[in-house]
């Protein structure tokens, strides 16, 4: 089980930045285009789980790449949501006909944004089984944000329990400071490394009582990695 990608498709960079920005700190997977043919060349790479697309994009409206995108097989059930300005509100009776699943109007709310983007990939992917995660016995629910080993849950502060879904839905991989400060703390420069280390440290002392903290290792000179393994 693995993070929810999303690609965006928005020619204008702050706006990009911004809505990718609010994403990663959502713990989802980000990737960018900047146009259509951009986008189409992403989506040949790495298949999304959804898709952000501007209305009004240089190369092609984003109603043309949607209408496009849902007439191939390849990439018919990707979820579409479109990002439109207010004067183009007007149209969006014709952009659902396009085929896209949601439109949120700018300007917009980051919290709107995600807000969307759940209720859409709830929709793509009834039951809503994704939302757990499972490494041995240790469960992770993100509906509820409870994380559980057995019957008994496991209390975990904010910060912990986003490194733990992260290094859930990314295991036995390595990451350094600098990514994890990246990917839970999105990027922000006020935070130094060795928060990251304090976290790591509370997170193995959450799970200490109920035996699992040998999942959280220390890869030396590396970084940390969640592991099933022997370190
Ligand atoms: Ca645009």
Redesign the pocket.
């Known amino acids: 089980m693995s993070a929810k990608r999303i690609l965006i498709v ?3 960079k702050p706006i990009r930045d911004l809505i990718a920005f609010g994403l990663r700190r959502a713990g989802y997977e980000v990737l960018e285009a900047e146009d259509c043919r951009a986008a189409r060349a992403r989506l040949v790479d790495q298949r999304p789980d959804l898709m952000l697309v ?1 209305w ?2 240089p190369d092609m409206s984003g109603l043309e790449l949607t209408r496009a995108l849902k007439r191939d097989k390849e990439s018919e059930d990707i979820p579409v949501i479109m990002l439109t300005a207010r004067a183009e509100e007007q149209d969006k009776v014709g952009g659902l006909e396009g085929g896209a699943d949601d439109y949120v109007t700018k300007p917009f709310s980051p919290r709107e944004l995600l807000a969307r983007i759940q209720a859409v990939l709830r929709r793509a992917s009834p039951g809503g089984g994704e939302d757990v995660v499972e490494i041995e016995d240790l469960r992770l629910d993100d509906a509820s944000h409870r994380v559980s080993t057995g019957e008994r849950e496991i209390p975990l502060g904010p910060t912990e329990y986003r490194l733990l879904h992260f290094f859930m839905t990314h295991p036995e991989r390595v990451f350094s400071r600098g990514q994890l400060l990246d990917r839970i703390w999105g990027g922000n420069t006020y935070v130094e490394e060795r928060t990251v280390d304090v976290h790591i440290r509370r997170l193995r002392k959450a799970l200490e009582p109920f035996g699992r903290e040998h999942l959280v290792q220390t890869v030396r000179g590396s970084g940390y990695r969640l592991s099933t393994r022997e370190p």
């Open positions: 928005e020619d204008e501007d009004m994009l």
